[in-house]
């Protein structure tokens, strides 16, 4: 299995051709941008690379996070763990966290939003968070649309769980994906299924005539140019982060022997009994993947008697996934 042996710069065309690739969709243009251009809100993740971003839910937390070396943290009103137990409609963190968190470290800051809450996004562009997650862990406000994502000025991250999602995301304007798992269980095992599952459909792709393309555009529902710019590539035009159910540092490793640019670890840290130990332990194993030695160094650095407690995903009813929302 191989990770993606690409340049900086090659990467960095990949974005030119993305805004080529928007201006000869005939959408009108966004908004005169505040911050950023379509470049800058592709580029921007690019930065993420390699590292690992941790979802936080207080000052405490993004500390902690920010001294393991986390690249960034996502802000939430409840860790996945905490959301998928307490039940009810889970919505955006509270304004005023948000601002604490970014007031207490130096990190990018994330946070989510619901599937097609144009509004919560619109708050958080305003509170200025340097991106935003569209995320089926919080309740669906639109079970059918996603956000126009072109309207904004902050970058977003979708999850997807195959190639279709991931490039529908990618027209609506996200500019990281993250490969679906399922979240606040503390089991990769729906991480990797999604991460081959999209890894495959982009070898089937890169092996099909123009006019197979076109046709499998049709299905995906995307234009013909972004297929084949993905079977150009052979990989996603934008940056894949794998999430969901990442615990220890040897699910990590997982992750980027898989193909991840990055990984998103949610409860797997802050639902531990050892959050400090871990949370460096994750950042060490998944910046030094190729290596076992050092994979085995992180995985020293836990125990497994204090990793959170996990859900076996066989276990959950079909309306208690949260991967299958927004589709």
Known sequence: MRYYPLEFSEIESFFYKLAELREASGKSEPKPLKKGTILVKHAFP?????????????PSQAQIAESAGATAVMVLDKLPYDVRKSGGVARMAEPRVIEEVMNSVTIPIMAKVRIGHYMEAKVLEALGVDMIDESEVLTPADEEHHIDKWQFTVPFVNGARSLGEALRRIYEGASMIRTKGEAGTGNVSEAVKHMKIISREIGELKALTDEEVAKKARE??????????TATLGRLPVVNFAAGGIATPADAALMMWLGADGVFVGSGIFKSEDPEERAKAIVLATSNWEDPEVVLEAQKMISEKKSMMGIDVKTLRPEELLQVRGS
């Not at 690019?46 to 207080?58: A, E």
């Open 46 to 58: 690019i930065f993420q690379k390699g590292g690992v971003i941790m979802d936080v839910t207080n």
């Open 220 to 229: 995906f529902q995307v234009p013909y140019e972004l297929a084949k710019l």
